[in-house]
């Protein structure tokens, strides 16, 4: 069974930083493996859907993003840690939700679908506030 474990969550001033993190874990698991296609962050404002942020291809490194956080957050894997980050820059106000990473083994079409998404980490708090 593999689990997502999500960290760097906290409040920061308009204009700032955060890099979260998603460490993924399990017996024999590797990120460079078969087990997932893809993995992707996803935040959840009160009252909101899910919504997609950023994915990752794992085995390309291929990147996707939502039109809101293009030019402003990087989705990036390291294999070696079995980690996949998203490094948030110029952060506004509308970015404070609970960010959540999932690992998918689904087909591309898919990647920006949270239905399609088969483990999910536990969330991470971002507010973006002065």
């Known amino acids: 069974q593999v689990q997502l474990v999500e960290s760097g969550g906290g409040l920061v001033e308009p204009g700032g930083s955060l890099r979260l993190s998603c460490a993924l874990s399990?017996?024999?698991?590797?990120?460079?493996?078969?087990?997932?296609?893809?993995v992707a962050w996803f935040r959840q404002a009160p009252g909101n859907e899910r919504d997609f942020v950023a994915a990752i291809t794992l085995s390309g490194g291929a990147t996707y993003y939502t039109d809101s956080v293009k030019g402003r957050f990087t989705i990036s894997k390291d294999n070696a840690k079995n980690t996949v980050y998203l490094q948030m820059n110029s952060l506004k106000p509308e970015d404070t939700a609970v960010y959540y990473c999932?690992?998918?083994?689904?087909?591309?079409?898919?990647?920006?679908?949270?239905?399609?998404?088969?483990?999910w980490g536990q969330g991470t708090q971002v507010t973006v506030s002065s």
């Open positions: 999932a690992a998918s083994r689904g087909v591309l079409s898919t990647i920006r679908e949270p239905q399609y998404y088969n483990v």
């Open positions: 399990g017996p024999t698991f590797r990120l460079s493996g078969l087990t997932f296609r893809h």
